[in-house]
């Protein structure tokens, strides 16, 4: 009985510690290659907010757009400059029942961006889930993925939902983001997601919850962290969403606030390529940051 509890913690604690950052702490001198290092915050943006936000802007409008038979409630909200954006001559008087989405979200992430990445067994022994590229190439400095999940500012409460949970990510100024897709993390999403609409207009995505998420964007949290033998080839940027940021394309968010009456923008964080990368690549980055 102990020796199969013993094993049972060993491969958990094998899986866990690819994303524990006292883990991380203890063995600095041991992988140097594992370090993140910035002077200040500031300094953290390697790639330009308006480059993020371009990319971002480019993918959502192509989901918005192979999604036009479900977002006719959406659509007809919009200014008429805007509703033509996404519609053809064709789309704005064929039947809604013909306007079913007829793409998947990994290819039209390849036709727009160049790339797709999926998740998949890790490369890592005993690390569970990691990400690839798997059709395509990305390009250096160019977003790969986004961190999905709850954002709590530092005086929100986050105790019971980070218990036992390997996917709370630290932003540079202590803002904390719980990518915790299962149990109790899973819940909160849903509740805040659920809570902040407009009218018909959802402002967050959750499909990354499941197995087939509409942002195909949204899996950054299964990235793993690098080792000596496989140096990091992404980075994480946080990225704060700017007000003028089109209100149709907010429900491709993958991010929510915890708190309601928050006036802070919405922080979203990005996975930025250090090199090129190249189809049948997994994503390897830096969890354990030191600002000087």
Known sequence: M????????????????????????????KNERTLRKVKEGSQDKLVPDEKVAASLLKLFRDLLKNDLGRKQTVLHMLPE??????????????????????????????????????????????????????????????MVAMYPGTVYQKYEPIFFQSLGNPFVFRCIDGVLIDGNDKGISKIVYRSCSGRDRLGPFSLSDSTWLTACPENPLAVGQYVNNCSNEKAANVYYQEFDVPEKFPLELRQ????????HNTQLPLRCVVLVALRDIDSGEELFSNYYTIIH
């Open 81 to 142: 400059p805007s509703r033509n954006a996404y519609q053809s001559p064709q789309s704005a008087v064929m039947p809604f029942k013909k306007l079913s989405r007829h793409r998947d979200p990994c290819e039209l992430m390849l036709d727009s961006l160049g790339f797709c990445i999926e998740r998949r067994p890790s490369s890592l022994k005993n690390a569970g889930t990691g990400v690839f590229v798997t059709m395509g190439m990305v390009p250096k400095g160019a």
């Open 252 to 259: 491709y968010l993958p991010n929510v606030n915890y708190g």
């Open 2 to 29: 102990t020796k199969n509890l013993l094993k049972v913690f060993n491969e958990k604690w094998n899986s866990y510690k690819h994303r524990f950052i006292p883990w991380i702490a203890i063995n600095l001198r």
